[in-house]
């Protein structure tokens, strides 16, 4: 059970991969982005629909969906 946290050019591009794993499962996807924020996981990377609607609450979505992993593709501040 996974969450993918970030969609920009790097987080798309990791949460295409991850839902091609048959052995993962893609449950989550966040991004505080208003554009991308109540969308589809797949109109976002441009694919199929896929059920995950993205999300822009991090805290909310990590405590409704207790995930496994998350996939953290967003800018560091360090």
Known sequence: R?????L???G????RLLLEKSSLA???AVDPDPGKAGKDL?????IDNTG????????AAY???KP?????CTSSFL
């Open 8 to 10: 920009g050019p790097i």
């Open 52 to 59: 995950v609607t993205v999300e822009a609450d991090a805290d």
């Open 42 to 46: 797949g109109e976002v990377l441009g």
């Open 68 to 72: 496994d992993a998350i996939v953290h």
């Open 12 to 15: 798309i591009s990791a949460a």
């Open 63 to 65: 405590r409704r969906l």
């Open 2 to 6: 996974i969450v993918s946290t970030g």
């Open 26 to 28: 893609l449950v989550g």
